[in-house]
């Protein structure tokens, strides 16, 4: 299911639930192993809220990461670790929420035991026959390939695939991994066979009429029933460029970006970076004093021309974090661990504070807060000639920070910018408020763990 316009797995979504009523539950038992206190639910809440926070930005939550016990054990410390110190620092400026003594760290120590167990005992459950979704896939073209290679790869309890259906004049009884158990023709009786659930069917090449009645019968007896293509963009987060059509660009009911829509994100925009321009100052100033001391006393700012929306050239400012003769033979590729980039350019990049000035760019309006990065225009050049749709991201203004950004790393080559013009047309097709705020939420995770920094 989708839920913010992400993928999450039902079992994810169980869990996420359960936990939360664990959490809760280990500190009112904490609380009731002391006697009577004057602790109140508005006094959980907001620790167990935090508590679950930490789960989520410590990748609890992600189920093909966490796949043993032991990565469990570690990554719930680390989030008990940071859920004490948050909580220490907030009941200090905040004594009345405090859950006063042993009690909070009685219930971490609860919650060390509980979880673990619990998830194991779930592991159990979910793997039996009645909450694992049965899958078949039609057709063996690049989408339905891509989907059954997806569900395969991150190894989610919640869905099982057990083969293709495929009408090729030579059929093969294999495709990787996977049986290809028969023709169209012998959908209904597969579907009753194998208990099937879901049906992702290759629609843009097989539209037999044989097809389509077997796929609309399985439909009304409670299978569903969804594109490859479709289904290969809600689970991934991105867009099948090889299966978009110039159709599905003008019919779609994304890639549609209203008046209304536009005028909201320009007052989020100023908005938030207004009020991080004041929060930040502080931080803006060191950073500025940093670069210059370190730096030679040199220029603090970069300024470099981008192209921004509708294909428009604007300069982005940044602090500098790389040589002054970084690009005396010419321009480049950022690349993993650049060696241009100065002893201090390497820390402002790891903390992003070298993104700061970009607020900026927004206030003028070059930039949104979110949105695709903005590309320089003489790489732009190349890959709009070498990339389908590449243009496309330029109907929407680029972004300090955006969905390709916490989903992917650096573009460095022409088959990473491919990747990650997936991600940024996904961005545009579900452009909406609550999407933006949780890639926000996303950045925050990403500038706590350095990932994706350069």
């Not at 359960?18 to 109140?40: K, N, Q």
Request: hydrophobic letters at 45%.
């Amino acid at each position: 299911m989708q839920l913010f316009k992400r993928n999450v797995s039902p079992h994810e979504l169980i869990l996420f639930a359960v936990e939360m009523m664990v959490i809760c539950a280990a500190m009112v038992v904490a609380i009731r192993l002391h006697g009577p206190s004057g602790t109140w639910p508005w006094q959980i809440l907001p620790a167990a809220a935090l508590c679950q926070l930490c789960l989520y930005y410590n990748d609890v939550y992600d189920l093909t990461l966490v796949q043993s016990g032991r990565e469990l054990l570690v990554r719930l410390v680390q989030a008990a670790g940071a859920a004490s110190i948050i909580l220490g620092v907030l009941y200090l400026a905040v004594p009345s929420i405090a859950v006063q003594g042993l009690p909070f760290v009685q219930s971490l120590a609860i919650l060390l035991v509980a979880i673990p167990a619990g998830r194991a005992l779930f592991t159990h459950i979910a793997r039996t026959s009645l909450l694992v979704d049965q899958v078949l896939i039609v057709g063996t073209g690049q989408a339905p390939r891509e989907v059954a290679r997806e569900l395969q790869t991150r190894d989610d309890p919640a869905y099982h695939v057990v083969g293709y259906v495929d009408d090729a004049p030579e059929p093969r009884a294999t495709l990787g991994s996977l049986p290809v158990l028969g023709g169209t023709r012998d959908l209904g009786a597969l579907i009753e066979r194998h208990n099937i659930r879901w049906i992702v069917a290759d629609l843009r090449v097989h539209r037999s009429r044989t097809l389509i009645d077997a796929l609309v019968r399985a439909k009304l007896s409670g299978t569903r029933v969804e594109d490859a293509a479709t289904a290969y963009e809600r689970l991934t987060g991105k867009i099948l460029l090889e299966a978009l059509r110039p159709s599905a660009l003008l019919l779609a009911d994304g890639f549609r970006v209203s008046r209304g829509r536009r005028a909201i994100k320009r007052v989020a925009d100023i908005a938030l970076s207004l009020g991080m321009i004041v929060v930040a100052a502080p931080v803006i100033a060191l950073t500025a004093l940093a670069v210059w001391l370190f730096c030679g006393r040199r220029e603090v700012l970069y300024r470099q021309e981008r192209v921004g929306q509708h294909g428009r050239p604007f300069t982005l400012y940044k602090f500098r974090s790389m040589r002054i003769d970084a690009e005396a033979a010419g321009p480049v590729w950022a690349r993993q661990k650049d060696d241009r980039v100065t002893p201090i350019g390497r820390v402002i990049r790891l903390t992003r504070l070298d993104e700061l000035p970009q607020l900026w760019n927004v206030l003028r309006g070059d930039m949104s807060f979110v949105g695709p990065r903005p590309e320089r225009p003489v790489f732009v050049e190349p890959l709009s000639k070498q990339i389908p749709f590449y243009d496309l991201r330029h109907a929407v203004k680029p972004g300090i920070t955006g969905w390709a950004q916490v989903r992917y790393r650096y573009a460095d080559s022409i088959e990473s910018a491919n990747e990650k013009l997936r991600y940024d047309l996904y961005y545009i097709k579900h452009l909406s408020a609550v999407f933006d705020l949780t890639i926000v939420v996303d950045t925050v995770k990403i500038i706590l763990f350095q990932r994706g920094s350069q």
